[in-house]
């Protein structure tokens, strides 16, 4: 059996994005749920001394959407490949350093937090990923909508 939410307006009913109608796997409770239950993949963690060619490279070679910046474990940076092929669309220079475009001081979600209170904080800021950190700050994983949505 599954069941669904609506993804924008927060209602229990079905998952709607722009091309479709998705929906969620019974399996997880959005409310009890932890959103270490939807973690699917390690996270790709890369130096931001790297440029974005090789970050490109990293993301096709490991068949991920995305890589974090950590300092001493904590996520200081993200970039996605959605982050790379807008630079690519605007023929921008791929051999620059990661720090210079990466998402700096990336919103990040707490290991214990519910599954639903992911999806609220991926709603409210138009993320598909939140990195996933523990009591320390550092980073766990991170946690996709495809984790959660299937």
């Excluded at 992911?118 to 984790?147: C, E, F, H, N, W």
Aim: hydrophobic share 45%; charged share 25%; proline share 3%.
């Amino acid at each position: 059996m599954r069941q669904g939410l609506r993804f924008f307006t927060w209602d229990v009913s079905f998952v709607v994005l722009t091309y479709g109608v998705l929906s969620v796997d019974s399996a997880i409770d959005l409310h009890t749920d932890t959103v270490d239950k939807a973690i699917v993949d390690e996270p790709l963690v890369v130096e931001r001394e790297i440029t974005v060619r090789e970050v490109f490279g990293l993301l096709q070679a490991n068949g991920r959407g995305s890589v974090v910046v950590c300092d001493d474990a904590q996520p200081i940076g993200i970039l996605t490949e959605r982050d790379v092929l807008k630079m690519m669309s605007k023929d921008a220079d791929l051999d620059v350093q990661l720090e210079d475009v990466m998402i700096t001081n990336p919103v990040t979600i707490h290991r214990s937090a519910s599954v639903g209170e992911a999806i609220r904080v991926m709603s409210q800021g138009g993320y598909r990923r939140l990195p996933v950190v523990d009591d320390t700050g550092s980073l766990t994983g991170v946690i996709k909508v495809t984790g959660i949505v299937n």
